[in-house]
């Protein structure tokens, strides 16, 4: 009889444990509690407004309409999609209204879309200027001043200038151009044949 009531006390108490790791199993599913909303694609929608791009980690902070900040990754394959045109996540800036494809990864989330509803600067741009995705061979690199000559085809040439800001990533890359190279990079139109780099792609 002792060891009935003992296998019973020690499969409810088995049970209580399983219950409470089911509670916690979906608590981390649903972390960000009704925040997401289904696509109908078995992934996630966070609509919210950008409060901030960290380009070294990599990740954008989306703040809901219950206040909530979520921090969100990203990488070289996000695509930022606006009026019909592709931008880097870098264009994003403080204030767009964005609708992001989320979906888990590990313990943080993860986009490889973004959607922007609302540009802050309400222009029909994103980020300062229009960002423009270009390509062509490079020519001239004068890399005392952070500049450098492209030959975008049709025989047109633009002239890159690296603005005041670049990244580490894009400085390296910069300076590890050679003329002859073939490279695809965000910038945008400061004149009629001068562009400010925005990224590298």
Do not use: H, K, W
Request: contains cysteine.
């Amino acid at each position: 009889m002792a060891s009935i009531q003992t296998m019973r006390r020690g499969a409810a108490a088995a049970l209580m444990i399983l219950s409470a790791g089911a509670c916690a199993g979906t608590n981390l599913g649903n972390v960000l509690g009704g925040v997401l909303g289904g696509t109908g694609t078995g992934g996630n929608q966070l609509s919210g407004t950008i409060r901030g791009v960290d380009t070294r980690s990599q990740q954008i902070s989306i703040q809901t309409s219950n206040g909530q900040t979520v921090p969100i990754s990203y990488d070289n394959q996000t695509q930022v999609v606006y009026q019909n045109q592709n931008y880097p996540p870098t264009a994003l800036e403080y204030g767009d209204m964005v609708t992001a494809r989320v979906q888990a990864n590990g313990n943080s989330y993860y986009t490889d879309y973004i959607q922007v509803d609302q540009s802050v600067n309400g222009t029909g741009t994103v980020g300062s200027g229009n960002v423009q995705q270009l390509q062509g061979t490079v020519r001239d690199i004068d890399r005392r001043n952070g500049i450098f000559t492209v030959d975008v085809g049709n025989y047109n040439t633009i002239t890159v200038t690296l603005p005041y800001n670049t990244s580490s990533n894009d400085v390296n890359r910069f300076n590890n151009l050679r003329s002859g190279d073939f490279v695809r990079f965000y910038g945008v139109y400061t004149g009629q044949s001068q562009v400010q780099l925005r990224q590298f792609n």
